[in-house]
């Protein structure tokens, strides 16, 4: 895995194009690529092609589905394809701040525990700790102290997923501390943060690169089920979980609460899923089909 | 084997302690004091003083975290702020629904998923296994708690078939129980099927390329022999760890589930308690799933010696 990922300055336009057209083989992935970029550039264009989410239409409460609202109108009158729509926008920036969030710390974790011995075990024991929990408790536990808020959702969910980084990353660290290459930078007198920084960083990416569609993943899913549980993001911010909050109330007059951010939910997982295997089956051929975990 | 039982039970304790103090810790997290925020806006000084005293916040850091070890030690979780009652007590009467509605939704994940995988994997790459996995991949794209709203839409309210929320408890006969546990179970449950079949599915393959699978065909052995007593006996144990795994989302999963379902079980009270800033429930409900976290994942490695003759404890 380690060769593989070695960088070759020679002919760096070569080897992004192999990578790309090896990417987009597989026609799953091309759907999984498809569906994000739609998702992404509905998140994109929220202002142009929806209305104020916010804005309550008192008289239009409840309204179905129709030309005057796509989606129809939740319980006070707020047009549900807007909410929808600014719903994509907030998923995404939640799942990439996470991804950022969870990677930062986990790199920095698992490099400092892979590498040097004596902060291996504090280290990895707080990550235990903190894996010792069921990821979607142990996000709900840390809103309760940290108090509802984007940033703190993004806060919660990166300390959730930064440990299964860390651990990720501490592995293959291992094995590339004992390579012959950074024995020989040592031998070269290279310091150790060089070493870390310029050999050892880029050879331990590609497994955790894997990982970041499925972080990105479990991220929006996590979002959207702490929102739904009234622990996420405010109720006032267009949500998928905080609509489908309010649709729970309202299935049996208003179906559509439930129906349309569900599925895009649903569509935008589904996306990064298929993302994740084309991913894992370009970077790393042996994981195919193994454990993955999620919230 | 008794030695081997004894000594994991002893290497859980450090894991219980560092797992008491990131609990500990989470919620002490807080800014600002908490005794502020659980008197609410309106409160007098003479509140906030009376609260913090009476959770113990006076007291400096270190003070605290070892008086929670103590009183941990002792079974005592502590005295809720809000249901001015013992923890302990709340969670004891809240568990029924969580475990029951754990315990269901696996017993459906494995029913499905189990057999889903070993028969993509006898089909491999057939139409059969394509569609499984199609499924699978679906089936893990739905958040548990979109399905269970899509369910209820479905079989409560369209075709009457289930009580739209609420739950029976057990003291009243099982069978309502059941009745109003099989939604939210088939929510939970359906969507970790999903994951276990795509190990078990895995795990088939890479054994049926084992030589004694080759051994059993060539001794003319039937086919279902080899696949049902040799193959599947081996590829039971990648699967074991995914159920395992599949506990701490089922277990969690409930916990949204139960939302949707106004179900009164542990993920209830956590929610109410998270809204009323009821701290010490939250530590408790948290500590405690950890551990049966723990437990579920010792009783996993366990499991295989069962499975696996080749595993011998020491």
């Not at chain 2, 079974?75 to 969670?91: K, M, N, T, Y």
């Not at chain 2, 309502?176 to 969507?191: I, Q």
């Amino acid at each position: 895995m380690s060769v593989l990922a070695l960088p070759r300055p020679a002919e760096p336009v070569r080897r992004r194009a192999l990578w790309l057209s090896r990417l987009v083989r597989r026609r799953a992935t091309v759907v999984g690529l498809v569906l994000l970029a739609v998702t992404t550039l509905v998140g994109v264009l929220a202002p142009v092609i929806a209305g104020d989410p916010l804005r309550m239409e008192v008289s239009a409460r409840l309204t179905a589905p129709g030309a005057a609202h796509w989606f129809g109108t939740d319980d006070v009158g707020r047009d549900v394809w807007s909410r929808v729509v600014y719903g994509a926008r907030l998923s995404l920036l939640v799942g990439a701040a996470v991804v950022l969030l969870a990677f930062a710390v986990g790199l920095v974790c698992g490099l400092a525990a892979g590498y040097w011995r004596r902060l291996d075990n504090p280290v990895m024991r707080v990550m235990d700790g903190l894996m010792a929990f069921p990821a979607i408790i142990l996000a709900i536990a840390l809103m309760a102290s940290l108090g509802p808020s984007v940033a703190n959702v993004i806060v919660a969910i990166g300390i959730v997923y930064a440990p299964r980084v860390a651990r990720i990353v501490r592995g293959s660290v291992l094995v590339i501390r004992e390579t012959m290459y950074v024995e020989a930078a040592r031998a070269l007198g290279v310091s150790d943060v060089v070493i870390v920084a310029r050999h050892v960083l880029p050879n331990c990416l590609s497994p955790v690169i894997v990982q970041a569609s499925f972080v990105f993943a479990a991220a929006v899913l996590t979002e959207a089920a702490l929102s739904f549980l009234g622990v996420g993001v405010p109720p006032y911010v267009p949500s998928w979980g905080n609509i489908l909050a309010e649709g729970r109330l309202y299935l049996q007059q208003a179906p559509w609460l439930v129906l349309y951010p569900g599925a895009a939910i649903m569509l935008t997982i589904f996306g990064l899923n298929l993302l994740g295997d084309g991913l894992r089956d370009l970077l790393d051929p042996r994981l195919r089909g193994l454990v993955r975990e999620r919230a | 084997m008794k030695t081997y039982v004894a000594r994991r039970l002893l290497a859980l304790l450090p894991v219980i302690l560092v797992v008491a103090t990131v609990a500990f810790v989470l919620i002490h997290l807080a800014p600002g004091d908490p005794a502020s925020i659980i008197a609410g806006p309106d409160a007098s000084p003479d509140d906030v003083v009376r609260i913090q005293r009476q959770l113990g916040l006076d007291a400096p850091f270190h003070v605290q975290l070892f008086r929670w070890y103590g009183r941990l030690a002792r079974g005592d979780l502590g005295q809720s702020i809000f249901l001015r009652r013992p923890v302990l007590e709340a969670i004891v009467d809240r568990a029924e629904p969580t475990i029951l509605l754990t315990l269901y939704a696996m017993l459906i994940a494995v029913a499905i998923g189990v057999p889903a995988g070993v028969l993509a994997a006898r089909h491999h790459n057939a139409t059969t296994d394509q569609a499984l996995m199609a499924g699978a991949l679906i089936g893990i794209s739905i958040p548990n708690f979109l399905l269970g709203l899509l369910m209820i839409l479905l079989f409560s309210v369209q075709l009457g078939w289930f009580p739209v929320a609420g739950y029976a408890p057990l003291e009243y006969g099982w069978f309502g129980t059941l009745r109003s546990l099989t939604l939210p179970a088939f929510a939970l449950g359906v969507v970790q099927s999903a994951l276990i079949a795509r190990i078990a599915r895995s795990a088939m393959l890479d054994v049926l390329r084992e030589q004694f699978i080759m051994a059993g065909r060539a001794r003319g052995l039937s086919e279902s022999a080899v696949v049902y007593k040799h193959a599947l006996k081996n590829a039971m144990i990648p699967t074991i760890t995914v159920i395992g795994i599949s506990f701490a989302i089922l277990i969690s999963g409930s916990v949204v589930v139960e939302q949707v379902f106004n179900i009164p079980g542990l993920g209830r009270l956590i929610i109410s308690a998270v809204l009323r800033r009821d701290y010490p429930v939250i530590q408790g409900v948290v500590l405690c799933i950890a551990g049966l976290y723990m437990l579920v994942n010792l009783a996993v490695d366990l499991s295989y010696v069962v499975f696996d003759p080749r595993v011998r404890y020491q």
